[in-house]
């Protein structure tokens, strides 16, 4: 099993600044992603990051909103910019190993 | 559109019984399906997974049973007990393996263990 770190497990932060959210894995992965979950909601992909190069991102999610960086295998950030309480949510870092996702613990956002 | 999902939002069992939580799909493409669990203020937890080539996975309390032709699976608990209270949500894959495990989540079920 892999084990992952999240910071910060939570913030409170003002509309229209940015999040930076750090996910430290133990090991080397070749595919990191990054969840979200709304309020009462599922879990939801934003994008999949690979080591060298862009991150993937699914529908309804953008860079410019999202930006992912992955220096490394076992490190990746997620910023959530120009935020807004929509934007409230637990944000979660996963990694894939022999046909299981582990998560993070999440990092809980509330935009104010 | 939701491509997996749990009809049930919420669920109550008493201590010692089973508790039988629903996943129904729609996306042919799945192949690999897992069950994970949900405490607040924490990660997702995986439980138990299937494959499509099989109908039954068990481990220990949990036993996961895949219907294909009706597009539906379930999670089997038993007995059920007090750390069993969480919620559940059942995800799929149609890229599993090699570390490619991305996810579609249902919408969890509230699963609540009655002393």
């Known amino acids: 099993s892999a084990v992952i770190s999240q910071k910060p497990s939570r913030d409170i932060c003002q509309r229209g600044t940015s999040l930076t959210i750090q996910c430290q894995v133990d090991s080397q992965v070749t595919m990191m992603f990054w969840y979200r979950q709304q309020p009462g909601q599922s879990l939801t992909l934003i994008a999949t990051?690979?080591?060298?190069?862009?991150?993937?991102?699914e529908s309804g999610f953008v860079i410019d909103k999202f930006p992912i960086s992955r220096p490394n295998l076992t490190f990746s950030t997620l910023t959530v910019s120009n935020m807004s309480p929509e934007d409230s949510s637990i944000y979660l870092c996963?990694?894939?190993?022999?046909?299981?996702?582990?998560f993070g613990q999440g990092t809980r956002l509330t935009v104010v | 559109d939701q491509q997996v999902k749990q009809n049930s939002p919420s669920l109550s069992v008493q201590e010692g019984r089973i508790s039988i939580l629903n996943c129904d799909y729609t996306n042919s493409m799945f192949d690999y399906f897992l069950w994970y669990k949900k405490y607040p203020a924490e990660g997702p937890t995986f439980l138990i997974s299937?494959?499509?080539?099989?109908d039954k996975n068990e481990d220990g309390r949990f036993t996961v049973f895949l219907n294909k032709s009706a597009k539906h699976l379930s999670l089997h608990i038993v007995p059920s007990q007090p750390g069993d209270s969480a919620v559940y949500f059942c995800a799929a894959s149609a890229e599993a393996g090699f570390g490619n495990e991305k996810l579609t989540f249902g919408t969890g079920t509230r699963l609540t263990i009655i002393p």
């Open positions: 990051a690979n080591q060298g190069s862009e991150a993937t991102y």
């Open positions: 996963s990694v894939g190993s022999q046909g299981r996702a582990f």
């Open positions: 299937i494959s499509s080539i099989k």
